[in-house]
């Protein structure tokens, strides 16, 4: 009987630890250098993030877009977010790879649609 709720037990935490292992975002803070394509044309950007306990994140965009300062949101590898420059509103939307880049798409408010890797910068 001690060993069967032993097992319950053990199988239970495993499943708790399992559940919020889960939940935790990856944190994407640092700087990073975004290699971009939007309708055949490359160009590059540096992006600063640091991302809180609560899944928002606060940073700061150098690139043909102009200058400027943003906000967002992760939550676990994905993460989110938005910036108001000279072209208008863009939003990046990506994900934190197994190898350490990121991943994802731009939507450069709804006049075109491109895609982004980036790396950290050192």
Not at 3 to 10: A, I, V
Not at 23 to 33: C, P, T
């Amino acid at each position: 009987m001690i060993r069967n709720t032993m097992r319950r037990t053990c199988a239970a935490l495993g499943s708790a630890l399992l559940l919020v292992s889960t939940l935790v975002s990856a944190d994407v803070s640092g700087n990073w250098r975004f290699a971009v394509e939007v309708a055949g044309q490359t160009g590059n950007a540096t992006v600063s993030m640091t991302q809180n306990s609560d899944g928002s994140i606060a940073g700061h965009y150098t690139g043909q877009l102009g200058d400027t300062d943003f906000t967002g949101t992760a939550t676990g590898n994905d993460f989110q977010f938005t910036l108001s420059g000279a072209a208008g509103s863009v939003t990046y939307k990506g994900t934190l790879q197994e190898d350490g880049t990121l991943k994802g798409s731009l939507d450069l408010g709804g006049m075109a649609e491109g895609s982004f890797v980036g790396s950290k910068a050192n």
